[in-house]
């Protein structure tokens, strides 16, 4: 376990150095960005390192196996956020065990998740995932369609809408994906200047392991990190 914590502790501190390099470059400062660490390549043993080593911010993509880990560390100070497709039958299992969602790709998961957290007396943080690559396999809103829904989406009283998320395209390494995270940022951008009262898009959700730097000189204010964080343990 010491192993394990010192090596995960070491990868910590290199991806954190990373991202205040690159908030630096871009005059921004580290406390803006948000490092949310994905667990899906782990179990539980390396979650508790990473969670000693000091990230108690927790991602999964899969429904299941976020319901199995946050089981599993339920004594953890840790919080979590899922960030893969969620569907409508998951929402009622998921719900109680995140603190958001980031993955929100489509109305009627926005109109299951209103329903099911009003049930709950919750109000809950999402985000609305947007297929920026605009790649056919990818989940998520088309842009022109997020625009034009966006006072709809707004009016439903459980959720909060908290800002957007994408995943750059697969091809191109991170130059191709900046232009993703340029298109994601300006996008927010115009949504940010007619956003209806009582709504407050301040967080973007952009960057993985390949890309979080570029992603940050782009503007995002929340970077997703898997297997960056769990080097030379996998
Ligand atoms: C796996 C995953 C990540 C992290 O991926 P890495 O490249 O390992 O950093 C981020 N976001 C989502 C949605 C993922 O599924």
């Given amino acids: 376990m010491a192993a394990l914590v010192a090596q995960i502790a070491e990868n910590l501190a290199q991806v954190r150095g990373r991202i205040a390099e690159a908030a630096a470059r871009s005059g921004r400062s580290a406390d803006e960005i948000t490092l949310l660490a994905v667990t899906k390549y782990v179990g539980t043993a390396e979650v508790r390192a990473l969670v000693a080593a000091g990230c108690s911010l927790l991602g999964e993509?899969?429904?299941?196996?976020?319901?199995?880990k946050a089981e599993a560390l339920s004594e953890l100070p840790v919080r979590?956020?899922?960030?893969?497709h969620l569907q409508r039958n998951k929402v009622r299992r998921t719900?109680?065990?995140?603190?958001?969602?980031?993955?929100?790709d489509g109305p009627r998961l926005v109109a299951a998740i209103d329903r099911i957290a009003g049930e709950l007396s919750r109000r809950l943080p999402i985000l609305l995932e947007v297929n920026v690559?605009?790649?056919?396999?990818k989940h998520g809103f088309e842009p022109a369609a997020l625009e034009a829904s966006l006072e709809e989406l707004a009016g439903w009283g459980n959720v909060e809408i908290r800002g957007l998320m994408c995943m750059a395209g697969l091809e191109g390494g991170p130059?191709?994906?900046?232009?993703?995270?340029?298109?994601?940022?300006?996008?927010?951008?115009?949504?940010?200047?007619?956003?209806?009262?009582?709504?407050?898009?301040?967080e973007l959700s952009m960057g993985m392991s390949s890309d979080y730097e570029v992603a940050i000189e782009e503007g995002a204010t929340i970077v997703r990190i898997g297997s960056a964080l769990f080097r030379g343990v996998l």
């Fill in 61 to 68: 993509n899969r429904p299941q196996e976020l319901w199995e």
């Fill in 80 to 84: 979590w956020h899922l960030v893969g």
């Fill in 95 to 104: 719900l109680p065990l995140v603190e958001m969602i980031e993955s929100v």
């Fill in 133 to 137: 690559s605009g790649e056919p396999a």
């Fill in 175 to 202: 130059e191709a994906a900046r232009g993703d995270f340029a298109r994601l940022r300006h996008l927010w951008g115009r949504l940010r200047g007619r956003c209806p009262a009582g709504i407050v898009l301040d």
